[in-house]
């Protein structure tokens, strides 16, 4: 079986499917590993590295995609791409249907099977699996840093002869695995931490780590798979309402509230940044997906009355090598799910296979896409 792993094309994306330290593993498993010249460079994996590892180079993706088998991503690929691949190519990358109906389309039409990482049902067997959890982890820990970054006075407490400095007041929205990691780090940088999240069961994860949970007066909302569910306008006022007075008192506000599928929730209004500090910083890791804070702008800094909101776009990108070491893991680990002595085999009566798969052999069989492709524009 011929698994290839073509340079990405997004602007800004660094990461890579594949790394040289699971070629062998691949090959183990009867998998030969195909990578595109110069599809690890932006992550620091040359090509002589895949080659001493046992994978072959190609110069272009067209005579790389020749008997592809598996074609492993890290981001979907663009509908055109979609339409160069041979008929029949099984892709693997986090595609996120709802936001990439044309790629969607194209691999339909090419008669191929797709299976989105980001649709990975939450079970204990997934974990190994797990690509959103590893790269929010990533995202997490660069959040605290850029905030560390930014803020005009000092994260730790110091004790000097000129007189005490105050550690940095943080408040981390959202628990989840980007949250834990962000409220780690900034406690590593010793930092005074609070953390919010809408999920009770998050207090004791949140208070592991060194940090006191915010207990607001609401219910909990406590989805799926550990995942918050999506909350009612009603329950966002009343819950601003509340954390305004956590964020005002705040110097820095980390926000990694995110639904899967579903547009940001607001945590955090205009009124509440005209309410911060002069030199308070927000750092917005929902920023691709609308924002936790009304002013965000993904991908840029903006500074309102002297509060500065960064809106990190594609965080685990800006650390490349160790991003591509977890997300090649998970997909090495979800091959191996698919293949049987060497060959694709994959099992679509196993709820990982059948819940992440987006399209089968052209049909797309992802009920939640497959209406979005049949509402009419």
Sequence with gaps: MKLVVPTETRPGERRVAIVPDVVPRLAAQQVEVAVQAGAG?????????????????GADAASLLAGADVVAKVQAPTP????????GTTVISFLQPAAQLDTVRALAERRCTAFSLDLLPRISRAQAMDALSSQATVS????????????????????????????????????????????????????QVRAYDVRAAAKEEVQS?????????????????????????????????????????????????????????VLVTADMVHGMGDG?????????????CELTVAGEDTVVGGVTIRGLSNTPASMPTHA???????????????????ALAPDFDDEIVAG??????????????RELLETPT
């Design 80 to 87: 055109a791409e979609a339409r160069n691949l041979p008929e």
């Design 140 to 191: 997490g820990y660069r959040a605290a840093l850029a905030a560390a970054e930014m803020l005009p006075r000092f994260f730790p407490l110091f004790m000097t002869a000129a007189g005490t400095v105050p550690p940095a007041k943080v408040l981390v929205m959202g628990a989840g695995v980007a949250g834990l990691q962000a409220i780690a780090t900034a406690r590593r940088l010793g930092a």
């Design 209 to 265: 780590l060194g940090a006191n949970f915010v207990e607001l007066d609401l219910e909990t909302q406590e989805g799926s798979g550990g995942y918050a569910r999506e909350q009612s306008e009603e329950f966002l006022a009343r819950q601003r309402e509340l954390l305004g007075r956590e964020v005002m008192a705040s110097d820095v506000v980390i926000t990694t509230a995110a639904i899967p599928g579903r547009k940001a929730p």
């Design 324 to 342: 591509s070491f977890l997300y090649a893991r998970n997909v090495l680990n979800f091959v191996v799910l698919l293949v049987k002595e060497g």
């Design 356 to 369: 992440t798969c987006v399209v089968r052999a052209g049909e797309v069989v992802h009920a939640p896409t």
């Design 280 to 292: 308070a910083v927000i750092v917005d890791l929902a920023a691709d997906t609308g924002g936790n």
């Design 41 to 57: 460079v932006g992550a620091h994996f040359p090509d002589d590295v895949y080659r001493d590892k046992g994978a072959s180079i």
